[in-house]
């Protein structure tokens, strides 16, 4: 079992930042690739972002690419994701989520989730 819980969400003004966190407890935490997806009000949870396990790669949605940047500190158990130029779009719950498939988009795939931390972006 592997125990995730977010935190840094917030309300920012349309062009501000956040960084996000997600602290893992459980089992070894570099055993797992990593990934962010949000939920907006009525959509379905998407996907953000996702690091493999040793940080050596990354892969972005293209609503956020260059914008948001995920990365990990194994040593500490986190996940982190900062968040650049926020729009109004953004505003979603956000969750992480981590898995052993590998470098995947497919919210299916991973095994264990958090609770979320709400985001939200006045414009």
């Known amino acids: ?11 920012v003004q349309a062009g501000g930042s956040l960084r996000l ?17 949000r939920q ?5 949870r998407e996907f953000v972002a996702v ?15 260059g914008r ?8 500490m158990n986190t996940v982190y ?3 650049n130029s926020l729009k109004p779009e953004d505003t979603a719950l956000y969750y992480c989520a981590a898995t ?10 991973y ?3 958090g609770q979320g931390t709400q985001v939200t972006v006045s414009s």
């Not at 592997?2 to 935190?7: A, R």
């Open 111 to 113: 095994d264990y989730w």
């Open 100 to 109: 052993t498939i590998g470098l995947t988009s497919d919210l299916a795939r």
């Open 51 to 65: 690091i493999s396990w040793s940080d050596a790669f990354t892969h972005y949605a293209d609503s956020v690419m």
């Open 81 to 83: 994701l900062q968040m």
């Open 40 to 44: 907006a009000p009525g959509k379905e």
């Open 1 to 11: 079992q592997v125990q995730l819980v977010e935190s840094g969400g917030g309300l």
């Open 21 to 37: 966190s997600c602290a893992a407890s459980g089992r070894t935490f570099s055993n797992y690739v990593m990934g962010w997806f």
């Open 68 to 75: 948001f940047t995920i990365s990990r500190d194994n040593a």
